[in-house]
Nanobody, 116 residues
Framework: QVQLVESGGGLVQPGGSLRLSCAAS????????MSWYRQAPGKEREWVAA????????NYADSVKGRFTISRDNAKKTVDLQMNSLKPEDTAIYSC?????????WGQGTQVTVSS
Protein backbone atom coordinates (compact mmCIF):
# COMPACT_ATOMS: atom_id res chain seq x y z
CA GLN A 1 0.00 0.00 0.00
CA VAL A 2 0.99 3.62 -0.42
CA GLN A 3 3.03 5.01 2.44
CA LEU A 4 4.41 8.50 2.95
CA VAL A 5 6.39 9.09 6.11
CA GLU A 6 7.66 12.54 7.00
CA SER A 7 10.57 13.26 9.32
CA GLY A 8 12.86 16.10 10.32
CA GLY A 9 10.48 18.41 12.11
CA GLY A 10 11.24 20.04 15.43
CA LEU A 11 11.76 23.26 17.32
CA VAL A 12 14.01 25.90 15.80
CA GLN A 13 14.75 29.54 16.54
CA PRO A 14 13.75 32.29 14.11
CA GLY A 15 16.34 32.56 11.36
CA GLY A 16 17.28 28.91 11.70
CA SER A 17 17.02 26.01 9.28
CA LEU A 18 15.40 22.60 9.13
CA ARG A 19 15.35 19.88 6.50
CA LEU A 20 12.23 17.78 6.18
CA SER A 21 12.18 14.45 4.41
CA CYS A 22 9.35 12.31 3.10
CA ALA A 23 10.00 8.63 2.43
CA ALA A 24 7.65 7.04 -0.09
CA SER A 25 6.71 3.46 -0.90
CA UNK A 26 3.98 1.46 -2.57
CA UNK A 27 3.61 3.43 -5.80
CA UNK A 28 5.63 4.44 -8.88
CA UNK A 29 7.49 7.31 -7.24
CA UNK A 30 9.23 8.65 -10.33
CA UNK A 31 5.93 9.47 -12.08
CA UNK A 32 4.37 11.25 -9.12
CA UNK A 33 4.29 14.99 -8.63
CA MET A 34 5.38 15.45 -5.02
CA SER A 35 4.28 18.39 -2.94
CA TRP A 36 4.65 19.80 0.54
CA TYR A 37 1.74 21.39 2.36
CA ARG A 38 1.42 22.89 5.79
CA GLN A 39 -1.34 23.62 8.24
CA ALA A 40 -0.99 26.07 11.07
CA PRO A 41 -3.29 25.99 14.12
CA GLY A 42 -6.68 27.46 13.28
CA LYS A 43 -5.82 27.89 9.60
CA GLU A 44 -6.57 26.02 6.41
CA ARG A 45 -4.00 23.76 4.82
CA GLU A 46 -1.64 25.71 2.58
CA TRP A 47 0.35 24.49 -0.40
CA VAL A 48 4.08 25.15 0.04
CA ALA A 49 6.03 23.65 -2.86
CA ALA A 50 5.86 21.05 -5.62
CA UNK A 51 8.31 19.17 -7.82
CA UNK A 52 7.71 17.17 -10.98
CA UNK A 53 8.46 13.48 -11.33
CA UNK A 54 11.69 14.13 -13.17
CA UNK A 55 12.84 16.61 -10.58
CA UNK A 56 12.71 19.40 -13.11
CA UNK A 57 9.99 22.03 -12.74
CA UNK A 58 9.60 23.23 -9.16
CA ASN A 59 7.09 25.71 -7.83
CA TYR A 60 6.82 27.56 -4.55
CA ALA A 61 4.27 29.57 -2.64
CA ASP A 62 5.16 33.25 -2.52
CA SER A 63 5.42 33.04 1.26
CA VAL A 64 8.39 30.65 1.07
CA LYS A 65 10.02 31.56 -2.24
CA GLY A 66 13.73 32.20 -1.81
CA ARG A 67 13.81 30.51 1.59
CA PHE A 68 12.63 26.95 0.94
CA THR A 69 13.95 24.43 -1.59
CA ILE A 70 12.20 21.23 -2.63
CA SER A 71 14.21 18.33 -4.02
CA ARG A 72 13.75 14.64 -4.70
CA ASP A 73 15.81 11.48 -5.08
CA ASN A 74 13.97 8.99 -7.27
CA ALA A 75 16.44 6.21 -6.47
CA LYS A 76 15.82 6.57 -2.74
CA LYS A 77 12.15 7.50 -3.20
CA THR A 78 12.43 10.56 -1.02
CA VAL A 79 11.41 14.17 -1.33
CA ASP A 80 13.00 16.81 0.88
CA LEU A 81 12.17 20.35 1.88
CA GLN A 82 15.11 22.50 2.93
CA MET A 83 13.81 25.40 4.98
CA ASN A 84 16.07 28.37 5.69
CA SER A 85 15.52 31.73 7.35
CA LEU A 86 12.58 30.31 9.24
CA LYS A 87 10.00 32.66 10.71
CA PRO A 88 7.46 32.16 13.51
CA GLU A 89 4.73 32.19 10.87
CA ASP A 90 6.26 29.05 9.35
CA THR A 91 5.09 27.13 12.40
CA ALA A 92 2.76 24.36 11.21
CA ILE A 93 2.35 20.67 10.60
CA TYR A 94 4.09 19.89 7.31
CA SER A 95 2.81 17.04 5.15
CA CYS A 96 3.90 15.59 1.84
CA UNK A 97 1.50 14.61 -0.92
CA UNK A 98 1.93 12.28 -3.87
CA UNK A 99 -0.18 12.91 -6.96
CA UNK A 100 -0.22 10.43 -9.83
CA UNK A 101 -2.72 8.99 -12.27
CA UNK A 102 -5.49 11.15 -10.81
CA UNK A 103 -4.94 10.01 -7.23
CA UNK A 104 -3.64 11.86 -4.19
CA UNK A 105 -1.98 10.35 -1.14
CA TRP A 106 -0.93 12.09 2.05
CA GLY A 107 1.53 11.49 4.82
CA GLN A 108 0.75 12.00 8.51
CA GLY A 109 2.83 15.13 8.83
CA THR A 110 5.64 16.43 10.99
CA GLN A 111 5.48 19.39 13.36
CA VAL A 112 7.69 22.42 12.76
CA THR A 113 7.78 25.06 15.47
CA VAL A 114 9.70 28.29 15.01
CA SER A 115 10.07 30.09 18.31
CA SER A 116 12.66 31.75 20.50
Amino acid sequence: QVQLVESGGGLVQPGGSLRLSCAASGFPFSVAVMSWYRQAPGKEREWVAAISGSGGPRNYADSVKGRFTISRDNAKKTVDLQMNSLKPEDTAIYSCKAAYWGQNYWGQGTQVTVSS
